[in-house]
């Protein structure tokens, strides 16, 4: 399980970076555009790396289950991700993503897929707040309008906190990188489509060198090694602790977003820092076993 805990944490880390990188792309290119850009080279990074290796890849039965994911996840999430950071902060951004500990924890107690218990509950609790305390100075610092893309993030929070309720059966009868591959494929297709189908994509040849540095980045970083430590990290781990790590997400955002977008950071964000590890240990303290896969 901790093997799981710590992939997700490191997921969330260079999540956000991943944040800071799409605020700074959102002047020049659409949602859809930046969606579309970086799970496609994600998904081509993750097929070059089972070039030559034997991977267990979704059985025909898992196949409608791990596209409507991908489309969920890979075509709906970044689409309102990307939109939210159009309106709002990264670092507001960020800290209305990490509503997602909530939203999966209900999401699971509510289809049965995990217990809400006082302990996980409390830790959830804690990290959350403490994310709050770590940005608690710049959050009224944003665009008029903010709260728009508070609402459209939290929006996506769903989406992802859905998915991860959803996915883990499917990543114990697969591997993480062929879940994750297959998935990401069928949800950049679709935004590669609506991007070519519109127009959207044109933008693209009006890019400075530092923006496509960025798209690269997303692809890479944001496309192919997040989202594969985030699948290793379902697969071996309740949701819930997988979720909840996403609290480090945040301080890595507006620790990034200082130098590179000029957002402001207080002192608060040690303090925040230490409630979000101590959270996490809470909620991870004494985890469930893991559950074996089951056929479908």
Not at 37 to 51: K, P, Q, S
Not at 68 to 74: E, I, K, V
Not at 126 to 137: P, T, Y
Not at 274 to 289: C, E, L
Request: aromatic share 10%; charged share 10%.
């Amino acid at each position: 399980m901790y093997a799981g805990l710590w992939a997700a944490i490191l997921s969330s880390a260079f999540g956000g970076t991943a944040i800071v990188a799409t605020r700074f792309l959102s002047g020049a290119l659409d949602p859809i555009t930046i969606g579309a850009f970086r799970f496609a080279g994600g998904f081509l990074v993750l097929m070059l790396l089972t070039v030559g290796q034997t991977k267990r890849w979704p059985a025909r039965c898992d196949w409608a289950g791990v596209a409507g994911l991908g489309l969920l996840f890979f075509g709906l999430f970044p689409i309102l991700f990307n939109a939210a950071l159009i309106y709002t902060t990264a670092a507001r951004g960020a800290l209305a993503l990490s509503t997602l500990p909530l939203l999966t924890m209900t999401a699971a107690a509510l289809l049965r897929v995990e217990a809400m218990t006082i302990r996980r509950t409390a830790g959830v609790l804690l990290a959350v707040a403490g994310v709050a305390l770590a940005l608690a100075s710049n959050l009224a610092d944003a665009p008029a309008g903010a709260w728009r893309g508070d609402l459209i993030m939290i929006a996506a929070a769903g989406c992802m906190a859905l998915y991860n309720v959803w996915s883990r059966p499917f990543v114990a009868r697969s591997t993480a990188i062929a879940f994750a591959a297959s998935g990401m494929g069928c949800g950049a297709a679709a935004l590669c489509v609506l991007a070519l189908a519109t127009g959207r994509a044109s933008a693209l040849t009006g890019l400075t060198g530092p923006q496509w540095l960025a798209l690269a980045y997303l692809a890479f970083v944001g496309g192919a090694l997040v989202f594969y430590l985030w699948a290793f990290a379902l697969g071996r781990t309740p949701p819930t602790l997988v979720a909840v790590s996403v609290a480090i997400n945040p301080v890595t955002a507006g620790l990034l977003a200082v130098p590179m977008l000029g957002e402001a950071l207080s002192e608060n964000l040690l303090v925040g820092l230490v409630a979000v590890t101590a959270g996490i240990g809470i909620a991870a303290w004494r985890g469930g076993s893991k559950t074996p896969p089951q056929s479908c």
